[in-house]
């Protein structure tokens, strides 16, 4: 079918919503994805109704028409790049925020819905949705739900798995199916429902999402540690577990990051130190001092230099700043940043830590590395322009090693961005060729033509690891 | 576009690292979705232009016109790509290929001559219900506009000529190129630029800075043939055009800073688009000009930065002198006061506790925040002509978060979100709450202390 046919047919099923192709649809060929997709799609279909994702999706699957299902396009792994052949399903006209229920602490929301508005109505009832993944402020829940999205908080509260309790589903052939529900215990049939989350829209299309609400903390206390290396930053991360204590988030920023970060936004950071560490501890407020000294004396017998505790909130916030601008401050060092999550057990992080600067050394890279030290969850950043071919060869090689240390240390490709297109290749590294074909086999059974974002996630047959 | 430039372009394009995060800033993008409506996937369409990928097509053209200018996405984008710049760029692109449609070359040809755009102005100071009682097609009846009230009739005489004609104390200086007004005392020099708006449909703005300058000990001038800064030009397309504007106000400038009695004054801008342009002109002048334009850029300041440059304290205890009585202590009523962030001055200049500051300093005056005092207008100059339908969603959303504070005054910095807050309260029946310069709340209390 060509692109106007196709126009004309999705016009039809989607009255309420947007549907154009031509170079308009171009502007949906990539997403964050450095060096990833630049042809424009057959189509872009916006519905205004769930009810039109299951038209389209009924109508593609008849045509054999790849459907790629988007939500603010923030990926990391060229999930939702698509080819010429496909449609882009573009989620985020389904947004509605459906209800807050405050007795059964869910809320019920559209997938569009952006994180950050979610975030915002739940804490202005005291609730709370931890999730928090760095592209909140733009990430659709269906997108999070789709990639399985982390975040800071992960280390104490879990990530986006952690608070889906319910599902509607549109299938492959447009059928819709409700997954799980409003109920904290739920063992009816297969657990489809965590089947589906993370998927990266190649198992179903997601039309509503109910999510788990917890209180919202009374008291937080956030606190900045420096190290002389960053060996003596990660012992301080063990140290801190092994005190039993669980900080919502426990963040490392090495040297790189560090400069990078004060370059930018000047807030205190010193440039010559190997390593900082950004804790926060959250709870009823009796806790959460007696946590904090704990903390900060977990810290200190690891031989951190200085320990500044936030006093108010705009202390906290000046802390904060130095993680939240890390991406922003590295990605001002070069055009193009290549931002990776492999992820290691955390007590193999100064390993995973050493490996990288060796990597960088090798193959003669920048790379700034931060991230979820508590969780073992570390983004090694290679800053590069997507420009140089040259260099960018270079890049992915050292990307390539970088997932064999995180494999080695057993650890794997993705903590929080999930596969997509970028790291397809290292599947079998990770699963071995039976892993796959259970990969294959599910797919199978619920996209037997497989129109869901077709490609993404499970390696061709005919793609050899490179490793 | 010669090579240089549009290697430029690319270089600037290169540094989009397409995280979507404009998605969260952009006032268009809230209302339409689409990856088309947002920074990130106009410069992947301009980037496909310019690499051959696809025609610069007019749905292309039409995209890269849906844009507000606002330059919210450059304030929020992590890389701190330049996608104002960009965006001019493209559109010199498109105008290269498309023109600029009848409308805008008229309007352009008119402000291009300062003269001409005068004598405009006074005739249509008469005929201003005609021009907009359009039946024709073409880009009159793109405007669709609602019948004679998008913006107030201009008034009978412009700031300049009622400078011209001695008001405030006005006298001529520079040999006629500028006009001074002097306070008892002289304390300081300024030059100030009012701008189009101010000068042909505001000029009370214009006067109300001058006293609140005047209270301050300043001695104002004020360039006698202000052209247009060279905004409309520029974000349409037309950059060698702006650029010769921009030339002509920096020798206008150099003219009435020999006024001066101390040499390089502070330039004053009531209209934060004209600042954010004046800032601009190394860019948009040829090479002879570009020395006198970077030394000018640094001394482009808005006028709320200007009157708090000692601290708030130090200028509510001066207007209190000037208005002879008590400011912030005194326990009379208070008047709820909101204040609206224009784009172009919190987002492109960052300006948002200065305003707030002079506002909270005012005698008998509460400031209100709104839900969203960042929010865009929807302004964004002739966005409004030619979006009329999306101007009206997002200036609507800023209507109700002003009435959701019962203010009984809407205080802002721009004179054209001044123009479009009128023009949306007025829409939502909400005419009563009054629009107002910052500056001209201020001179209220001046005036208060003359009487």
Same mark, same amino acid.
């Given at each position: 079918?060509?692109?106007? *046919? %196709?126009?004309?047919?999705?016009?039809?099923?989607?009255?309420?919503?947007?549907?154009?192709?031509?170079?308009?649809?171009?502007?949906?060929?990539?997403?964050?994805?450095?060096?990833?997709?630049?042809?424009?799609?057959?189509?872009?279909?916006?519905?205004?109704?769930?009810?039109?994702?299951?038209?389209?999706?009924?109508?593609?699957?008849?045509?054999?028409?790849?459907?790629?299902?988007?939500?603010?396009?923030?990926?990391?792994?060229?999930?939702?790049?698509?080819?010429?052949?496909?449609?882009?399903?573009?989620?985020?006209?389904?947004?509605?925020?459906?209800?807050?229920?405050?007795?059964?602490?869910?809320?019920?929301?559209? @997938?569009?819905?952006?994180?950050?508005?979610?975030?915002?109505?739940?804490?202005?009832?005291?609730?709370?949705?931890? @999730? *928090?993944?760095?592209?909140?402020?733009?990430?659709? +829940?269906?997108?999070?739900?789709?990639?399985?999205?982390?975040?800071?908080?992960?280390?104490?509260?879990?990530?986006?798995?952690?608070?889906?309790?319910?599902?509607?589903?549109?299938?492959?052939?447009?059928?819709?199916?409700? +997954?799980?529900?409003?109920?904290?215990?739920?063992?009816?049939?297969?657990?489809?429902?965590?089947?589906?989350?993370?998927?990266?829209?190649? +198992?179903?299309?997601?039309?509503?999402?109910?999510?788990?609400?917890?209180?919202?903390?009374?008291?937080?206390?956030?606190?900045?540690?420096?190290? %002389?290396?960053?060996?003596?930053?990660?012992?301080?991360? %063990?140290?801190?577990?092994?005190?039993?204590?669980?900080?919502?988030?426990?963040?490392?920023?090495?040297?790189?990051?560090?400069?990078?970060?004060?370059?930018?936004?000047?807030?205190?950071?010193?440039?010559?130190?190997? %390593?900082?560490?950004?804790?926060?501890?959250?709870?009823?407020?009796?806790?959460?001092?007696?946590?904090?000294?704990?903390?900060?004396?977990?810290?200190?017998?690891?031989?951190?230099?200085?320990?500044?505790?936030?006093? *108010?909130?705009?202390?906290?916030?000046?802390?904060?700043?130095?993680?939240?601008?890390?991406?922003?401050?590295?990605?001002?060092?070069?055009?193009?940043?290549?931002?990776?999550?492999?992820?290691?057990?955390?007590?193999?992080?100064?390993?995973?830590?050493?490996?990288?600067?060796?990597?960088?050394?090798?193959?003669?890279?920048?790379?700034?590395?931060?991230?979820?030290?508590?969780?073992?969850?570390?983004?090694?950043?290679?800053?590069?322009?997507?420009?140089?071919?040259?260099?960018?060869?270079?890049?992915?090689?050292?990307?390539?090693?970088?997932?064999?240390?995180?494999?080695?240390?057993?650890?794997?490709?993705?903590?929080?961005?999930?596969?997509?297109?970028?790291?397809?290749?290292?599947?079998?590294?990770?699963?071995?060729?039976?892993?796959?074909?259970?990969?294959?086999?599910?797919?199978?059974?619920?996209?037997?033509?497989?129109?869901?974002?077709?490609?993404?996630?499970?390696?061709?047959?005919?793609?050899?690891?490179?490793? | 576009?010669?090579?240089?430039?549009?290697?430029?372009?690319?270089?600037?394009? #290169?540094?989009?690292?397409?995280?979507?995060?404009?998605?969260?800033? &952009?006032?268009?993008?809230?209302?339409?979705?689409?990856?088309?409506?947002?920074?990130?996937?106009?410069?992947?369409?301009?980037?496909?232009?310019?690499?051959?990928?696809?025609?610069?097509?007019?749905?292309?053209?039409?995209?890269?016109?849906?844009?507000?200018?606002?330059?919210?996405? /450059?304030?929020? &984008?992590?890389?701190?790509?330049?996608?104002?710049?960009?965006?001019?760029?493209?559109?010199?692109?498109?105008?290269?290929?498309?023109?600029?449609?009848?409308?805008?070359?008229?309007?352009?040809?008119?402000?291009?001559?300062?003269?001409?755009?005068?004598?405009?102005?006074?005739?249509?100071?008469?005929?201003?219900?005609?021009?907009?009682?359009?039946?024709?097609?073409?880009?009159?009846?793109?405007? /669709?506009?609602?019948?004679?009230?998008?913006?107030?009739?201009?008034?009978? =005489?412009?700031?300049?000529?009622?400078?011209?004609?001695?008001?405030?104390?006005?006298?001529? $200086?520079?040999?006629?190129?500028?006009?001074?007004?002097?306070?008892?005392?002289?304390?300081?020099?300024?030059?100030?630029?009012?701008?189009?708006?101010?000068?042909?449909?505001?000029?009370?703005?214009?006067?109300?800075?001058?006293?609140?300058?005047?209270?301050?000990?300043?001695?104002?001038?004020?360039?006698?043939?202000?052209?247009?800064?060279?905004?409309?030009?520029?974000?349409?397309?037309? =950059?060698?055009?702006?650029?010769?504007?921009?030339?002509?106000?920096?020798?206008?400038? $150099?003219? #009435?800073?020999?006024? #001066?009695?101390?040499?390089?004054?502070?330039?004053?801008?009531? &209209?934060?688009? &004209? $600042?954010?342009?004046?800032?601009?002109?190394?860019?948009?002048?040829?090479?002879?000009?570009?020395?006198?334009?970077?030394?000018?850029?640094?001394?482009?300041?808005?006028?709320?930065?200007?009157?708090?440059?000692?601290?708030?304290?130090?200028?509510?205890?001066?207007?209190?002198?000037?208005?002879?009585?008590?400011?912030?202590?005194?326990?009379?009523?208070?008047?709820?006061?909101?204040?609206?962030?224009?784009?172009?001055?919190?987002?492109?200049?960052?300006? /948002?506790?200065?305003?707030?500051?002079?506002? /909270?300093?005012?005698?008998?005056?509460?400031?209100?925040?709104?839900?969203?005092?960042?929010?865009?207008?929807?302004?964004?100059?002739?966005?409004?002509?030619?979006?009329?339908?999306?101007?009206?969603?997002?200036?609507?959303?800023?209507?109700?978060?002003?009435?959701?504070?019962?203010?009984?005054?809407?205080?802002?910095?721009?004179?054209?979100?001044?123009?479009?807050?009128?023009?949306?309260?007025?829409?939502?029946?909400?005419?009563?709450?009054?629009?107002?310069?910052?500056?001209?709340?201020?001179?209220?209390?001046?005036?208060?202390?003359?009487?």
């Amino acid at each position: 079918m060509g692109g106007a *046919d %196709a126009v004309t047919a999705l016009r039809r099923l989607a009255p309420s919503g947007e549907v154009f192709a031509g170079e308009l649809a171009l502007s949906y060929a990539e997403d964050a994805t450095p060096g990833m997709g630049g042809r424009a799609p057959l189509a872009i279909v916006r519905p205004g109704f769930r009810e039109e994702v299951s038209a389209v999706l009924s109508f593609c699957n008849r045509e054999g028409i790849g459907v790629i299902p988007r939500g603010a396009g923030t990926n990391l792994s060229g999930g939702v790049v698509a080819t010429e052949d496909q449609v882009v399903l573009a989620m985020n006209g389904l947004a509605r925020l459906v209800e807050i229920d405050e007795a059964n602490l869910t809320a019920t929301v559209e @997938p569009g819905l952006v994180t950050a508005a979610l975030h915002k109505a739940v804490e202005a009832r005291g609730l709370f949705y931890p @999730p *928090d993944p760095g592209s909140m402020a733009v990430s659709t +829940l269906g997108g999070n739900v789709a990639e399985g999205a982390g975040g800071l908080r992960g280390l104490k509260y879990g990530v986006t798995r952690d608070y889906i309790l319910g599902l509607q589903v549109a299938l492959a052939d447009g059928q819709v199916v409700r +997954l799980g529900g409003k109920t904290v215990k739920n063992v009816s049939g297969y657990d489809l429902l965590r089947l589906l989350v993370g998927s990266e829209g190649t +198992l179903g299309v997601v039309t509503e999402i109910i999510v788990r609400l917890v209180p919202a903390p009374e008291a937080r206390q956030a606190m900045l540690a420096v190290f %002389a290396t960053v060996d003596a930053a990660a012992a301080a991360v %063990a140290r801190v577990i092994a005190e039993k204590v669980v900080p919502a988030t426990l963040e490392l920023l090495d040297d790189v990051t560090i400069r990078a970060v004060e370059e930018y936004s000047h807030c205190g950071l010193p440039a010559a130190a190997a %390593a900082v560490l950004l804790a926060e501890v959250d709870g009823m407020p009796e806790a959460v001092a007696r946590e904090g000294e704990r903390v900060k004396a977990a810290f200190r017998a690891e031989g951190a230099r200085k320990v500044r505790v936030a006093n *108010d909130a705009g202390e906290r916030d000046q802390i904060w700043t130095a993680r939240r601008t890390a991406v922003s401050a590295l990605a001002r060092v070069r055009p193009t940043i290549m931002l990776e999550d492999a992820t290691v057990p955390r007590s193999r992080v100064p390993e995973m830590v050493r490996a990288v600067g060796g990597i960088a050394r090798r193959h003669r890279l920048a790379i700034g590395t931060f991230g979820h030290a508590g969780d073992g969850n570390l983004h090694p950043t290679i800053l590069t322009d997507r420009r140089d071919l040259e260099e960018m060869k270079r890049a992915e090689a050292a990307v390539g090693e970088i997932f064999g240390v995180a494999l080695e240390l057993g650890g794997t490709l993705s903590g929080e961005h999930g596969i997509g297109l970028a790291k397809r290749p290292y599947m079998r590294a990770q699963f071995g060729e039976a892993g796959i074909e259970v990969h294959r086999r599910v797919k199978g059974a619920l996209d037997p033509r497989g129109i869901l974002n077709p490609g993404k996630v499970i390696p061709p047959r005919s793609l050899v690891s490179q490793r | 576009m010669n090579e240089s430039r549009r290697a430029r372009l690319q270089e600037e394009l #290169a540094r989009c690292m397409r995280c979507g995060f404009c998605q969260a800033a &952009c006032p268009v993008y809230r209302e339409r979705g689409t990856e088309f409506s947002v920074a990130r996937g106009k410069l992947i369409l301009i980037e496909a232009v310019l690499d051959g990928r696809i025609g610069l097509t007019r749905d292309v053209r039409d995209a890269l016109e849906a844009c507000l200018l606002c330059k919210s996405c /450059r304030a929020a &984008c992590p890389s701190g790509v330049r996608t104002d710049v960009i965006l001019a760029a493209a559109r010199e692109l498109a105008a290269e290929r498309y023109g600029h449609g009848l409308l805008k070359t008229a309007a352009f040809a008119a402000l291009k001559r300062p003269a001409l755009l005068a004598a405009a102005a006074g005739a249509g100071a008469h005929l201003w219900g005609l021009a907009f009682a359009p039946e024709d097609g073409g880009d009159l009846w793109r405007l /669709r506009l609602p019948p004679g009230n998008l913006y107030p009739r201009l008034p009978r =005489r412009s700031l300049l000529s009622r400078l011209g004609a001695g008001e405030l104390g006005a006298t001529a $200086a520079a040999g006629g190129r500028a006009m001074k007004v002097s306070p008892d005392t002289v304390r300081g020099t300024v030059i100030l630029f009012p701008g189009c708006l101010v000068n042909f449909m505001l000029p009370q703005v214009g006067l109300a800075a001058i006293k609140v300058l005047l209270s301050m000990g300043s001695e104002v001038i004020v360039p006698s043939g202000q052209a247009c800064c060279g905004t409309p030009l520029y974000v349409n397309g037309d =950059r060698a055009g702006a650029g010769r504007l921009a030339e002509t106000n920096l020798s206008w400038l $150099a003219s #009435a800073g020999a006024a #001066a009695s101390g040499g390089g004054p502070p330039v004053v801008f009531v &209209c934060p688009s &004209c $600042a954010e342009s004046w800032r601009g002109y190394p860019e948009m002048v040829r090479e002879e000009w570009t020395a006198l334009a970077r030394q000018v850029a640094d001394r482009v300041t808005d006028i709320s930065i200007f009157l708090t440059r000692r601290g708030p304290e130090e200028f509510l205890a001066g207007l209190a002198a000037a208005a002879g009585r008590p400011g912030r202590g005194d326990a009379g009523p208070r008047v709820t006061v909101t204040y609206h962030d224009p784009c172009h001055l919190a987002q492109a200049q960052g300006v /948002r506790v200065e305003p707030r500051a002079l506002l /909270r300093s005012l005698p008998g005056v509460a400031l209100k925040e709104m839900a969203e005092p960042g929010g865009c207008c929807g302004s964004g100059g002739t966005f409004g002509l030619f979006h009329p339908d999306l101007s009206r969603r997002i200036g609507g959303r800023k209507a109700g978060d002003i009435t959701a504070t019962e203010a009984v005054t809407v205080a802002t910095g721009c004179p054209a979100c001044l123009l479009q807050l009128r023009q949306e309260l007025s829409a939502a029946g909400r005419s009563a709450v009054g629009v107002r310069h910052t500056v001209e709340l201020l001179a209220e209390v001046v005036d208060a202390g003359r009487k």
